[in-house]
């Protein structure tokens, strides 16, 4: 089943969103948890830091795979997403390091990373629930959009203007933004036992229509989700504006 839960704004929207994944790890201590990166979950994550500070939401016993990575960036890079996930949330709350599953970007052979964090999703069982931003042309993770998806992690060429959205993190200068990045593949977003897409401000209004009225197609990643059993768009009102019955 796919809900759409509608929030007034961004910050409501996030305070909601940390607040499940708060009560769910209470539930679910052991949650296996896949993670973005993006402008998008900041302030997530931020809730999700207070939380943790007031004692609400435990990280001790979850595992966390994230989404993606530029490729030739290790993790040690400031502008990779590992830095970013660690500014934002692994320093800020109780994750044990050797439950942080991250892909290399610096490994020096990326088939052999792809399958090793294949390897480490199999033994763990897969995710439990994968939070995901979305692109402005419906890419989820570096999934882009094309006329095949590929199911599994993965090297991923990046379309200009993914480049160009992710030039914030590169100081605004989109020549430094990797043209390559590995990716957990559709196939295991999809296996994923629940999703949450977030979805905040009027750019991304169209691409929240596209994917969740338009037709299912590869050449929109996001619509793909239309499939999944168990999924979630948590959007502000902005993000909602281009869906009719909002
Ligand atoms: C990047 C990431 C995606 C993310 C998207 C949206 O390209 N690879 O996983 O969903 O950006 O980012 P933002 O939240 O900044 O709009």
Known sequence: MLR??????????????ASFLARTLRQWPTLVLGLPT???????????????QRGRADFSRATTFNLDEFAGLSPRDPHSYHAFLRRHLFDEVNLAPERIEFLNGGARDMRREALRYER?????????????????NGHLGFNEPAATLVPRTHLSTLRPATRRANAWLFD??????????LSMGIGTILSARGVVLLA????????????LTGPVTTRVPASLLQLHPNVVF???REAASGVASS
Do not use: F, N, Q
């Open 200 to 211: 905040t401000g009027r750019a991304k209004a169209a691409i929240v229509r596209r994917a």
């Open 120 to 136: 480490r999703l199999a033994a763990v069982g897969g995710l439990d629930l994968v939070l995901l931003g979305v692109g402005g």
């Open 4 to 17: 759409v839960v509608i929030h007034p704004s961004a910050e409501a929207a996030s305070l909601g969103l």
């Open 234 to 236: 948590v959007l502000d």
């Open 38 to 52: 993006g402008r998008t979950p900041i302030p997530l994550y931020r809730e999700l830091v207070r939380l943790h």
């Open 172 to 181: 605004g200068d989109v020549r430094r933004v990797p043209r390559r990045a």
